[in-house]
């Protein structure tokens, strides 16, 4: 499974953190999310698909491959 973040849509609400927090951080000067791991571990997908679920602005998409 392949993650997308579209940062500009992103509101720097910092839930995909809490829910994947080897997946997802935020940049330090205005706190909107990065993507760490594009193709994350097997171990970590139902953090993602929780991350996706709660982001407030529909800035995360899962991409089945």
Known sequence: M?????????????????AAPDVFDQRDEDGVAILLDETPAGDLLDGVREAA?????????????
């Open 2 to 18: 392949r993650v997308h973040l579209d940062e500009p849509k992103c509101v720097a609400s910092g839930q995909c953190v809490l």
């Open 53 to 65: 679920a709660i982001c407030p602005a529909a800035a995360i998409r899962l991409v089945a491959e």
